[in-house]
């Protein structure tokens, strides 16, 4: 099993920048591929970004590319989503997920493909 919490959500205005964070444990932290997905109020969850096993890769969704920058440390076993320039679009709960398994290389925007997800953070961005 893997726990996962998240941290750093919180109410911004519009143009400002929030980092998010997310604790790993109870697996070896370099066997996770880590993702970031957001669920918005009477919307489906959506993929935001994602970093490899390897912290190698990185790739991120349209709306947020350029904007949000994705980092792990392994030796804190956690993950990072630096935001930047936020917009009120981007107001969601943000959670955190972990997929097992994966080669060092691979990444998922798909998150039926993770297998552990954390409780989420609120983020919301006024205009």
């Known amino acids: 099993q893997v726990q996962l919490v998240e941290s750093g959500g919180g109410l911004v205005q519009a143009g400002g920048s929030l980092r998010l964070s997310c604790a790993a444990s109870?697996?070896?932290?370099?066997?996770?591929?880590m993702g970031w997905f957001r669920q918005a109020p009477g919307k489906e969850r959506e993929f935001v970004a994602v970093i490899s096993r390897n912290g190698i890769r990185t790739y991120y969704a349209d709306g947020v590319k350029g904007r949000f920058t994705v980092s792990r440390d392994e030796a804190k076993k956690a993950v990072y989503l630096q935001m930047n320039s936020l917009k009120p679009e981007d107001t969601a709960v943000y959670y955190c997920?972990?997929?097992?398994?994966?080669?060092?290389?691979?990444?998922?925007?798909?998150?039926?493909?993770?297998?552990?997800w954390g409780q989420g953070t609120q983020v919301t961005v006024s205009s």
């Open positions: 997920a972990a997929r097992e398994g994966s080669s060092g290389w691979v990444i998922s925007s798909r998150a039926d493909e993770y297998d552990y």
């Open positions: 109870g697996r070896t932290f370099s066997n996770l591929q």
